[in-house]
């Protein structure tokens, strides 16, 4: 991961590392260092004089009412406002305490003992009570980002088998991003009581199963209402379910979608330093690397729609940066006729990636007198006139004094 | 209404007969002069509006050199006007008003051309 590799597993009781072996060894075949502890342990701490000792936090955990040791909402939420990830799953039963958490990130959950039904996508399950339901990953139900869902094709995928919780979000907040909805026959509600007509406001697509958070501050919050989803059980029943929670995990530890740039440079068309302060109507050219990861290393990112502001209060010069193979990002264009302190701005949001924001200011002056053309064409008239004002003078003087 | 036209058209003949004849040479020649700095100044300011005023510095020069003349050139007319002296509301002297209107043009220029730019 591009962020370390030290990951603190929260779990309701330690059983579970076996019952959700698989999802642990594939982070752990990853690189990851796990360390499990049970939520309710009085030895639990995610910092050390100071320091955080861990990276990554998994919550598997819905039913604890009350994290042991040093671990609580306002210590995770700091967590995550020093740029760690989260990964939190929920289930029907889930706490105050987990709801609390997901409450921060823009992420309400349904009322306690509600699941997510769909009569017409069900799963297999012991029970047939319709709680357990089964997504097929389509442009209607899966968020359509390779960066965070994976780019396994959409034939090849099998069905998400889901039980749980529903949840929503605020979608278009920009931060806010859902990862698996429900369909438009899915709803939430309790389904050992009878319906009423205010069962539930959460029905159709804005059942949101999982969610995401990206902060300003680049830390990922992953939310998912069933945490059977990660459990090996569903893994082994012919779903998609490991390949996706492992897609999941992968954006939300920091293995994808981190950008960052270097070597910015700017300068004028045929020199190669900046110089102090340009001039107006200059032609200069703005270069950026920018590069991804991939997992293991960085490599050259390429995309077509990073744009560079040149901007004085409002944006004078909006372009496109042109990629290149080796992640150079170019631009080219002159300064406008208005002098004054500029910036160079590259804000790129794009849903997956982290944010990348580029500020460098520059000032940028007026032509000095001896940058002007001495006479100026177009105040050809008025010089004229001038002269001709003079000579008129001069000429009606003799006159004057010549006539009686 | 074709009283009014007649009206006004007698009035135009009398008034130009009478400028043409009851007065002096001097001031013809004057308002000959001053015409034709009108006209320059309505010229220049036309080609300000339709090209634009780019080197304002220069527009401006070029545009109040001839409503300077115009003015200095005016107040050249009254104090030349015999007309003038009788009624004493100008004073009447020739020789020093053309040395002013020639001084006061030539500083009022050599500003301008500074400006000109």
New interface residues.
Partial sequence: SASGNNVLVLLDNTAMQQSYSLFFNQLKDRGYKLNFFSAEDPSLTLTEYGEYLYDHLIIFAPTVEEFGGLVDVPSILDFIDEGHNVLLAGDSTVSDLSREIASECGIEFDDEGTYVLDHFHSGQSDVADHTTVSISTSEDTMLQEPVITGSKRQSDRKPVLFKGIAHTIKEGNGLNIAILRGYDTTYSSNPYEPIKATSTSIMGSNTILVSALQARNNARVVVSGSIQMFSDRYFTSSSDNEYLTAEISKWCFKERGILRAHNLTHHRIGETEPPQMYRVRDEITYSVVIEEFDGKQWIPFQSHNVQLEFTMLDPYVRTFLKPSTRGLYTATFTVPDVYGVYSFKVNYHQIGYSTLSLKTIQSVRPFRHDEYERF?K??N???T??I???V??FV??V???F?? | MTDIRKLSIEIYKKVSNDYVQTTPKKLKLIDVYLFYVALTGVIQLLYAIRVGSFPFNSFLSGFISTIGSFVLTVSLRMHLNPKNAEKERVPYRPERAIADWLFCNIIFHFTLFSFLG
């Fill in positions: 100026i177009t105040a008239p008025y010089y006139s001038c001709s004002m003079l008129g003078v009606l003087f006159f004057l004094l006539t009686k």
